[in-house]
């Protein structure tokens, strides 16, 4: 089967991303997945939904396999699954439904407790003034109803009289604002039952409870033995896994029938875990139902299935098989469903190749093809796009390209052209496409033609409400300064070049003598106005968006200076060609939350202001005050593997080389087959009007013939009858006509 594995990756070790699963728990289950037979592709959903929807109709997976927790709300984890289920997708794991209920741990309690179902006493508390603290049994645990992986529980969790439980439901509302639960603490230990519907047993595929055995020093001084936090997150070395469970077989039944009920009752399908709490009397309580339990490695479902006879590539299996009956999918097929238009697309790929080295040494400049790709970095990407099934056609930007693009039959291009000259240069090739209606990656010409130009740039990001450097434009370098300019350092570049092209050491200018002899340079080498702008002294950040109008913005990268000497460093051409002993990239940047939220914040806003699409790199500086400022947006951003910024943006968030190029061509196939169904439609109604046009003209000619004469009628009929229902397909073709 084509199967996608979507899934959030933890890109930190923040409790925002505890939910979230590692890149060793990613590549645990790709690799499982692969060894079954499978073929697999890989989703990282973080980032806007239209992104995901795009690269998933681009793919046309067979089944999902959906690990993905969601970022943010009540009903984050049913998100996905409501999203596949609308696209018409299969996918592993309950529906959005049941995922909804149990991650409300208040609203699981209410439904189980109408069936039976043993669990403590609680509140649901959404502000303070509702605890009832007259009714609390203590001691009492807060926890916020709407989190997993013990997010929000630890040692001070616990409350044991009325004034502690007011200040701990406090400051869980403070951190939780959509609600805490106030539990009845149950003095013993944590138990939990793994699922596994495919596994054939006794118990329906409830499989052997399980227990954390943990490390005694770990805990050591802990008043309450609960598996929190910290243990499960930042000490999870100090835990194992035990199974079965040290369980009296008596309770172990018990609760092996308690978790079945439970799974009928709230419709887990194909995996889940059920946590109880033991109490020390060996009485189970049910404490919550986990739909979409974690999957990494040592995790309890690995150990219990183990008993079973299953090892980890089992386990995935039978979550794969189990959603597979469900869907009645065979040989890869979904039965009576009709079948995706998937298959290999005819893609072009446009491209300028670099035949001139790049040099830069001393003031021996040579980058008159620094924009190109080399041969090495087209083939990489000629590879990976081959790698997702398409044919690849060799499309050289020359002056032939029109041409060859007219004789040659193409579904989409894949563009990295920089074009020939001019400050529209890069967007010669898109332009072309558009004329001939052919779907493309990257931005339309019309961005790219703004975004080359630097200074228009920055005019179009200064109206959105993003701060740019100070600039001017110079022609000769005998225009007047601006007054703006107050002081010096001022930085100048030439004003529509990329790949850092003109900015070398000397472009940072201390006096204005030195400022107009370097404009005069400018001019003279690039035939082009020289951008003056006020030096930002501080960090220097990249930025990497994918997507189309509402851009996935990637983590961000840092620019780190290593040579102090330097008072006013500038990411050079210099430093592009050999940067390994002068500056450093820290991917993902070390970033405060509220820094990191500003830049994005930023990026996300540039990218939308100069209607970019599908990718681009925005490049900004930060001063000493926190301020981000705009430098420049480049929408056809270095694809050079293991080299260019953007490449080790996505490595950093996670991403291989493949799927980078995938998802920048994702949005482009989604264009292609609206742009197929477009004309379907149009061709539908052309042979509709057809159509009814021949039937018009058949009732005209049925006018020409002889009226038809009945005989041996009851009704009597006669000429002038046959003559009045002769006239009925005349009155037809005037009305129609009409």
């Given at each position: 089967m084509?199967i996608?594995?979507?899934?959030?990756?933890?890109?930190s070790?923040?409790?925002d991303?505890?939910?979230f699963?590692?890149?060793?728990?990613?590549?645990?289950?790709?690799?499982?997945?692969?060894r079954?037979g499978?073929r697999?592709e890989r989703?990282?959903v973080?980032?806007p939904?239209?992104?995901t929807v795009?690269?998933l109709?681009?793919?046309?997976?067979?089944?999902i396999?959906n690990?993905?927790?969601?970022?943010?709300?009540?009903?984050r984890?049913a998100?996905?699954?409501?999203?596949?289920?609308?696209?018409?997708f299969?996918?592993?794991?309950?529906?959005?439904?049941?995922?909804?209920?149990?991650?409300d741990?208040q609203?699981?309690?209410?439904?189980?407790?109408?069936?039976?179902?043993?669990t403590?006493?609680w509140?649901?508390?959404?502000?303070?003034?509702?605890l009832?603290?007259?009714?609390?049994?203590f001691p009492?645990?807060?926890k916020?109803n709407?989190?997993g992986?013990s997010?929000g529980i630890?040692?001070?969790s616990?409350?044991?009289?009325?004034?502690?439980?007011?200040?701990?439901?406090?400051?869980a509302?403070s951190?939780?604002?959509?609600?805490?639960?106030?539990e009845?603490?149950?003095?013993g230990?944590?138990?939990?039952?793994p699922?596994?519907?495919?596994?054939q047993?006794d118990?329906?595929?409830v499989l052997?409870?399980?227990?954390y055995?943990?490390?005694?020093?770990?805990i050591?001084?802990r008043k309450y033995a609960?598996?929190d936090?910290e243990?499960k997150?930042?000490r999870?070395?100090?835990?194992?896994v035990?199974?079965?469970a040290?369980?009296?077989p008596?309770v172990?039944?018990e609760?092996?029938?308690?978790?079945k009920?439970?799974l009928?009752?709230?419709?887990?399908r194909d995996l889940?875990?059920?946590?109880?709490?033991?109490s020390?009397?060996?009485?189970?309580y049910?404490l919550?139902?986990?739909?979409?339990p974690s999957?990494?490695p040592?995790?309890?479902?690995?150990a219990?299935?183990?008993l079973e006879?299953m090892?980890l590539?089992?386990?995935?299996n039978?979550?794969?098989q189990?959603?597979?009956?469900?869907?009645?999918?065979?040989?890869?097929k979904?039965q009576?469903?009709p079948t995706?238009?998937?298959?290999p697309?005819?893609?072009g790929?446009?491209?300028?190749?670099?035949?001139?080295?790049?040099?830069?040494?001393?003031?021996?400049v040579e980058?008159?093809e620094?924009?190109y790709?080399?041969?090495?970095?087209?083939?990489?990407i000629?590879?990976?796009?081959?790698?997702?099934g398409?044919e690849?056609v060799?499309?050289?930007?020359?002056?032939e390209?029109?041409?060859?693009l007219?004789?040659?039959p193409?579904?989409?291009?894949f563009?990295i052209?920089?074009?020939?000259?001019g400050?529209n240069?890069?967007?010669?090739?898109?332009?072309?496409?558009?004329?001939?209606?052919i779907?493309?990656?990257?931005?339309d010409?019309?961005?790219?033609?703004?975004?080359?130009?630097?200074?228009?740039a920055?005019?179009?990001?200064?109206?959105?409400?993003i701060?740019?450097?100070?600039?001017q434009l110079?022609?000769?370098g005998?225009?007047?300064?601006?007054?703006?300019?107050?002081?010096?350092?001022?930085?100048?570049?030439?004003?529509?070049?990329?790949?850092s092209?003109?900015?070398?050491?000397?472009?940072?200018?201390h006096s204005?003598a030195?400022l107009r002899e370097v404009?005069?340079?400018?001019?003279?080498?690039y035939?082009?106005p020289a951008?003056?702008?006020?030096y930002i002294?501080?960090?220097?950040?990249?930025?990497g968006l994918?997507?189309?109008?509402?851009?996935?913005?990637l983590p961000?990268?840092?620019?780190?200076?290593?040579?102090?000497t330097?008072k006013t460093?500038i990411?050079s051409?210099?430093?592009k060609?050999d940067?390994?002993?002068r500056?450093r990239?820290?991917?993902p940047?070390?970033?405060e939350?509220?820094?990191?939220e500003?830049?994005?914040a930023?990026a996300?806003?540039?990218f939308?202001?100069?209607?970019?699409?599908?990718?681009?790199?925005?490049?900004f500086r930060?001063d000493?005050?926190?301020?981000?400022?705009?430098?420049e947006c480049?929408?056809?951003p270095g694809l050079?593997p293991g080299?260019?910024?953007l490449v080790l943006?996505?490595q950093?968030?996670g991403m291989?080389?493949?799927?980078?190029?995938?998802?920048?061509?994702a949005?482009?196939i989604r264009r292609y087959?609206?742009?197929?169904?477009?004309?379907?439609?149009?061709?539908?109604?052309?042979?509709?009007l057809a159509?009814?046009?021949?039937?018009l003209?058949?009732?005209?000619?049925a006018e020409?013939?002889?009226?038809?004469?009945?005989t041996?009628?009851?009704?009597?009929?006669?000429g002038?009858?046959?003559?009045?229902?002769?006239?009925a397909?005349?009155?037809?073709?005037m009305e129609?006509?009409a």
């Open positions: 084509r996608a594995l979507t899934y959030n990756l933890r890109l070790d923040s409790e991303e505890a939910e699963d590692t890149q060793e728990t990613v590549n645990t289950l790709a690799a499982a997945i692969e079954l499978h697999l989703f990282e973080s980032g939904a239209s992104r795009a690269r109709e681009a793919y046309s997976p067979d089944l396999f690990i993905a927790e969601g970022r943010r709300g009540r009903f984890e998100f996905y699954p409501a999203l596949f289920e609308e696209l018409g299969a996918y592993t794991g309950s529906d959005a439904y049941a995922l909804a209920v149990t991650l741990k609203l699981t309690k209410l439904v189980l407790s109408k069936h039976g179902i043993r403590p006493g509140q649901f508390v959404e502000k303070l003034n509702e009832k603290v007259e009714d609390l049994r009492v645990i807060i916020p709407f989190e992986s997010k630890t040692q001070d616990v409350a044991e009289t009325v004034e502690q439980a007011r200040e701990k439901v406090a400051q509302l951190r939780y604002p959509a609600g805490v639960l106030v009845e603490f149950i003095s230990k944590d138990i939990t039952v699922y596994l519907p495919a596994v047993n118990h329906d595929g052997s409870p399980v227990e055995d943990i490390d005694p020093a770990a050591a001084g609960i598996y936090y243990l997150t930042k999870e070395s100090a835990v194992k035990r199974a079965p040290n369980l009296p008596k172990a039944e609760m092996r029938n308690m978790s009920k439970i009928q009752v709230l419709d887990c889940g875990r059920i946590d109880f709490r033991l020390d009397a060996g009485v189970p049910f919550e139902l986990n739909a979409l999957l990494e040592g995790a309890g479902i690995y219990s299935a183990a006879g090892h590539d089992g386990v995935v039978a979550i794969i189990s959603a597979a009956r469900r869907y009645k999918i065979k040989d890869g979904r009576g469903k995706r238009k998937s298959g697309l005819r893609v790929f446009t491209y300028n190749v670099k035949r001139v080295k790049p040099v830069a040494e001393g003031a021996s980058d008159s620094a924009e790709d080399s041969p090495t970095t087209l083939q990489a000629r590879e990976a796009i081959a790698s997702w398409h690849v060799d499309l050289e930007a020359t002056a390209l029109p041409s060859v007219a004789s040659t193409l579904d989409i291009v563009n052209a920089e074009g020939f000259k400050r240069r890069e967007s010669q090739v898109p332009a072309m496409l558009e004329l001939l209606d779907p493309y990656t990257g931005s010409p019309a961005t790219l033609s703004i975004a080359l130009d630097k200074a228009l920055k005019k179009i990001v200064r109206q959105a409400g701060h740019t450097p100070n600039f110079m022609h000769t005998k225009e007047r300064l601006n007054k703006e300019f107050t002081s010096f350092p001022l930085m100048v570049k030439p004003v529509a070049e990329g790949s092209k003109g900015v070398v050491s000397k472009s940072v200018c204005e030195e404009v005069k340079e400018i001019v003279t080498k035939q082009q951008l003056i702008e006020e002294g501080g960090r220097e950040f990249t930025v994918l997507g189309e109008r509402r851009p996935r913005v961000p990268m840092e620019i780190v200076f290593l040579d102090k330097e460093p990411y051409f210099e430093h060609l940067w390994t002993d500056i990239y820290d991917a940047a070390k970033l939350p509220a820094l990191l500003k830049l994005r930023a996300r806003n540039s939308m202001a100069l209607g970019c699409r599908d990718v681009a790199r925005i490049d930060m000493d005050k926190g301020r981000i400022y705009f430098i480049n929408p056809l050079t080299w260019s910024d943006i996505a950093g968030a291989d080389y493949r799927g980078l190029i995938g998802e920048i061509m949005p482009a087959k609206e742009r197929e169904a477009r004309r379907a439609a149009d061709e539908s109604a052309l042979m509709k159509l009814e046009k021949a039937a003209e058949k009732a005209a000619m020409d013939k002889p009226a038809a004469v009945s041996g009628s009851s009704s009597g009929s006669s002038s009858g046959s003559s009045s229902s002769g006239d397909p005349a009155r037809v073709s129609m006509k």
